[in-house]
């Protein structure tokens, strides 16, 4: 994979959620240009060109990341506030996907520049519907900040 081409990161750790997660994104023609990384960490790497990914080219941002927030070494939350307290990647389009339906949780991330707080749905069709119009708004509808 050309890591420059990436149009959606997604950071999951759990593999039965990013399966169900990817396949509503192909239903949804949105899955070509993804990469899953499995935790905080990875994700942190990916953005800021560390690690495996060094090579990448550092101005080519995703058009979004979409983050859970319970994920090892690093939470989403911790990389959601490294991404928007970054002037080169606080304008990146991130949506917390997650199953977490704590009021605290939701204003946190609200707080430190979500800009989408997803709750997965436990029933199948309305998680593939809400993935589907979250992946046609971020990557068809929303005009890029400049």
């Known amino acids: 994979m050309n890591y420059n081409d990436v149009e959606i990161l997604f950071a999951e750790d759990s593999d039965d959620d990013a399966l169900l997660t990817i ?15 499995k935790d905080g ?8 060109c560390r690690g495996e990914y060094a090579l990448r080219n550092i101005n080519m941002h995703p058009k979004l ?37 704590e009021d605290p949780d939701i204003k946190k991330c609200y707080a430190l520049g ?17 993935i589907k119009d979250l992946g046609m708004f971020w ?5 890029p900040h400049r």
Do not use: W
């Not at 396949?23 to 990384?37: D, E, F, H, Q, T």
């Not at 991130?94 to 199953?99: F, G, K, N």
């Not at 990557?139 to 005009?143: D, N, P, R």
């Open 41 to 48: 960490e990875e994700a942190l790497d990916f953005i800021n």
């Open 139 to 143: 990557m068809i509808l929303s005009q």
């Open 65 to 101: 990341i979409l983050l859970d927030l319970k994920m090892p070494k690093l939470s989403g939350m911790e990389v959601l506030s490294q991404i928007k307290s970054d002037p080169l990647t606080k304008s990146i389009p991130t949506v917390i996907l997650t199953s977490s339906k």
């Open 114 to 130: 979500a800009n989408s707080y997803i709750v997965k749905p436990v029933d199948s069709n309305n998680f593939f519907q809400a």
């Open 23 to 37: 396949r509503a994104l192909k239903k949804s023609g949105l899955s070509n240009k993804l990469l899953r990384v």
